[in-house]
């Protein structure tokens, strides 16, 4: 079973719209959780830190369920830079990150 | 937050030959890390470079194949040996920058094998 594991999509959605992701963990000790982002041939960029507590930064809110060890991110208002592939990682132990394979979203004018 | 350049940001080469690619960070670092990250898929950690001690490898990758070096805490390198076509992919270098930035990234080396 793979550490981190999320819907690899397309998501394909209208500009406006709102789209969530989730992605699952199977470590229980994974102690911190990222999303990224990754355009075409780029490098992939922090795109928000999960906390327990949720947290949101403009359009974007990430939630973390650790009961259920599922971490999710949504994306209000969907625009045509939005556009990417979202990587979901989990951070376990001393700097061991675990990469899902991405979930490609396309925004569509 | 950080900045990391690496080079070359792509190359293609002969089966049978070595490439080194350099990561350089604004900033000194503790860890270092190396990806690999193939068509579709997504990163696989290569190995961790801690300046002053040798690289910890994962599962699947050995010293003898991809050496690291690590000569301070700003830099290291990553070579590419003995080079076959199925070395082919993008190589990715990290650090962690700090907690409000997480894990930074160069932006990649395209590795074509021929």
């Known amino acids: 079973r793979k550490e981190v594991e999320q819907d690899p999509g397309p998501f394909n959605v209208p500009e406006g719209a709102t789209v969530a992701f989730n992605c699952t963990y199977s470590?229980?000790?994974?102690?911190?959780f990222f999303w990224y982002r990754q355009d075409c041939r780029k490098e992939p960029k922090l795109l928000m830190s999960?906390?327990?507590s949720g947290n949101e930064d403009g359009r974007f809110t990430a939630q973390l369920n650790r009961a259920s060890q599922y971490i999710s991110l949504l994306i209000r208002d969907s625009k045509l830079s939005d556009s990417a592939t979202y990587l979901c990682?989990?951070?376990?132990?001393?700097?061991?990150?675990?990469f899902g394979t991405g979930t490609r979203l396309t925004v569509i004018p | 937050s950080a900045v990391i350049s690496q080079k070359p940001s792509r190359d293609i080469c002969q089966r049978g030959t070595s490439l080194t690619i350099q990561c350089q960070v604004d900033?000194?670092?503790?860890?270092m890390f190396w990806y690999r990250q193939q068509p579709g898929q997504s990163l696989t950690l290569i190995a961790t470079?801690?300046?002053?001690?040798?690289?910890?490898?994962e599962s699947g990758f050995v010293i003898d194949k991809f050496p690291i070096s690590r000569p301070n805490l700003t830099f290291s390198t990553l070579t590419v040996s003995n080079m076959s076509p199925e070395d082919s992919s993008i190589y990715l270098c990290?650090?962690?920058?700090?907690?409000?930035?997480?894990?930074?990234f160069g932006s990649g080396t395209r590795l074509t094998v021929v």
């Open positions: 999960v906390y327990s």
């Open positions: 990290s650090a962690e920058t700090g907690a409000l930035y997480g894990y930074t």
């Open positions: 990682v989990a951070l376990t132990g001393a700097n061991n990150l675990f």
């Open positions: 470590n229980s000790a994974s102690q911190s």
């Open positions: 900033s000194q670092v503790t860890m």
């Open positions: 470079a801690n300046q002053g001690s040798e690289a910890t490898y």
